[in-house]
Nanobody, 121 residues
Framework: QVQLVESGGGWVQAGGSLRLSCAAS????????MGWFRQAPGKERVFVAG????????YYADSVKGRFTISRDNAKNTVYLQMNSLKPEDTAVYYC??????????????WGQGTQVTVSS
């Protein structure tokens, strides 16, 4: 059974940093693209960042470019999201996604349970 488990969420003041981790088990994700999405209360789940499996290319939502960095460690079957210069509008539940592409949640097959990130002003 495939599992994605996020960790690293929490509370931080505006301007601070957090690093989220997503540990994959049940299959080898070194050959799968991985991504991060987020969902604020009362809003739809939206794309944040993605990393391809073949070249390790990364792509980001405009709202986080220059502040967030996605990376992966295939040996550990883990993907990371380094979040710097956090803003109150980054507050959301962050979800790890596996085996998919693009910015639409419908195009991703596997999901973690989510981790809360709260940024106070």
């Amino acid at each position: 059974q495939v599992q994605l488990v996020e960790s690293g969420g929490g509370w931080v003041q505006a301007g601070g940093s957090l690093r989220l981790s997503c540990a994959a088990s049940g299959r080898t994700f070194s050959s799968a693209s991985m991504g991060w999405f987020r969902q604020a209360p009362g809003k739809e789940r939206v794309f944040v960042a993605g990393i391809t499996w073949r070249s390790g290319s990364t792509y980001y939502a405009d709202s986080v470019k220059g502040r967030f960095t996605i990376s992966r460690d295939n040996a550990k079957n883990t993907v990371y999201l380094q979040m710097n210069s956090l803003k109150p509008e980054d507050t959301a539940v962050y979800y790890c996604a596996g085996l998919g592409s693009g910015s639409s949640p419908e195009l991703w097959r596997y999901w973690g349970q989510g981790t809360q990130v709260t940024v106070s002003s």
